[in-house]
């Protein structure tokens, strides 16, 4: 049995875990709202990227031909895995969510005898793919020292992609990312970057357009832009999940110590007055004995 | 007064305007365009230059943006810019940055192909410069 000056100490350090689980609950609150914002910022380019790019994919699917960033170079042999996840740990399962179902993918590929890539961002992802995959994985980006994610950071990531595609390096790339669906739920994601899926053009879009310079040229220069902005926005949800993840860890982590607290207390003072008792039968014992 | 049109200016972090407008100057990869309300369906890439937006509200804004594309129909023109600020917030050091960067791409460029693409580009970062600077 612990005595009451260790228990006195325990009830000191899970009080300070619990005013530090609370300070980090409350900054990841702060930034969980500069991140959704900047994710809400970024939704209208996106949504109109998709648009114009169904659009547009459409007018060039009757003729001419698509770039093979977009439609993919006919193999399915070596998949490349972009596994986005987040700097910095206590954010509950958050990182080992995206990095189990990259897991997943992985076993399933290499079952049916494919070849498997991966590139991460972020340094979690990194960690714990490295323990299984490290042969597999050919570079890794490190966001560790951007505060605020800008579209520079997606685009060069979006490049190092696309020069790897051209070298003939692999023939599929998947990104995997978690969506931010609320500040509790995030849903790891896998999405397939190329070749890419176009999605359903909106009824009545189908203008006749004229291109300027020509419909082929504009997709050249749409297709690597899309890129870039799908792993933007991945980055962009990768933020606030990452948020709303450490949020809810550390909220947990608070209530946690407090029941900690209040159980070491109830101990504490029961074995205070244990003491206090047995000093006090020993006091009358000895004077009822005189 | 002139018809309007619903125009929008989004870059990848922001929407920057949203609004009716009366006539757009975009600068297109193949000159420069005036857009009003009932244009015909166009998609177009444009270079690094100076958008102006006159809005149904009066007066008349500038932006910086580089590079994109825009799309335009009868009843709206949306422009997807890679890049964009207000003219007048424009950081020069920023721009500076950029001139070096495509001067950097141009000298050391591995075929003919990609040089001339890093000079035209560049080209048209100084164009803009010099649009901006003096005003």
Known sequence: MASLKDLRNRIASVKATQKITKAMQMVAAAKLRRAQEAAEAARPYSERMDAVLANIAQAVAGGGEAPALMTGNGKDDVHLLVVATADRGLCGGFNSQIARLARDHIRKLTAEGKKVKILTVGRKGYDMLRRDYAQLIIDRVELKEVKQIGFANADEIAKKVIARFDAGEFDVCTLFYSRFKSVISQIPTAQPLIPAATGETEEGSNAVYEYEPSAEEILGDLVPRNIAVQIFRALLENAAGEMGAKMTAMDNATRNAGEMIDKLTITYNRQRQAQITKELIEIISGAEAL | ?135
Do not use: N, W
């Open chain 2, 1 to 135: 007064m002139a018809e309007s049109f619903k125009f929008e200016l989004v870059s990848p972090e922001r929407l920057l305007i949203s609004e009716e407008v009366e006539q757009v100057i975009i600068p297109g990869t193949d000159g420069e365009m005036t857009v009003m309300a009932s244009h015909a369906p166009i998609m177009t890439t444009i270079k690094p230059g100076v958008v102006t937006v006159k809005p149904v509200s009066g007066g008349e804004q500038r932006y910086a943006v580089f590079g994109g594309f825009a799309d335009i129909l009868p009843q709206g023109c949306t422009l997807l810019a890679e890049s964009a600020v207000p003219a007048d917030r424009l950081d020069r050091a920023e721009l500076q940055k950029r001139i070096d960067d495509a001067r950097h791409k141009a000298e050391h460029a591995e075929d003919l192909d990609e040089r001339s693409r890093a000079e035209l580009y560049l080209h048209q970062l100084t164009t803009l410069e010099g649009a901006l600077i003096p005003a």
